[in-house]
């Protein structure tokens, strides 16, 4: 994370599912571009995998061959876990049996420092959230569908 508490980023977590097991790494150069432009900074990133039946298996990126990886061993962390095994498992569910994820952490680099400014001029984060991207798809086509 950022080197004081005072200039810490929003933290933020996604499981991004592939179906299938298809799983292989090549989301690895997104992630870097991320990286090395200062956006984000990667703070945790597990391997899950269920199988057929829905039995699941949480693997840190050091668990993993480095054929399944690719280039995304270099985000591998010393830090300790942030999410709870509970955590994890709760995030696990949305997975469909027969399917891989990866479970990424982050912090968003660059709100650090807006929060940094938020926080010296007295203010506080009094609620946040997400839109998920497929309600603001639905949500344009559907203001598309009106105006035309």
């Known amino acids: 994370m950022t080197d004081t508490i005072d200039e810490l980023g929003p933290v ?3 499981v991004v599912e592939f ?27 597990l391997i899950l995998k269920k199988d057929a039946d829905g039995a699941l298996e949480i693997a840190e990126l050091s668990d993993v061959d480095d054929g ?5 061993r270099a985000f591998e962390t010393e830090l300790a876990s942030l999410l709870s095994e509970d955590d994890v498992i709760s995030a696990a569910a949305a997975i469909e049996p027969g399917s891989s994820a990866a479970l990424l952490v982050w912090e968003n680099l660059w709100a650090a ?14 609620a946040s959230g997400r839109i998920p991207v497929q309600a603001l798809a639905a949500a344009i086509e559907a203001d598309d569908s009106e105006g035309a």
Do not use: C, M, Y
């Open 19 to 45: 179906p299938g097991s298809t799983f292989n790494g090549s989301i690895a150069p997104e992630i870097t571009s991320l990286v090395d432009r200062g956006l984000v900074k990667i703070l945790d990133l």
């Open 113 to 126: 420092p807006f929060g940094a400014s938020v926080r010296h001029a007295g203010g506080q984060l009094v």
């Open 12 to 14: 933020d977590w996604i």
């Open 68 to 72: 399944e990886l690719g280039e995304l």
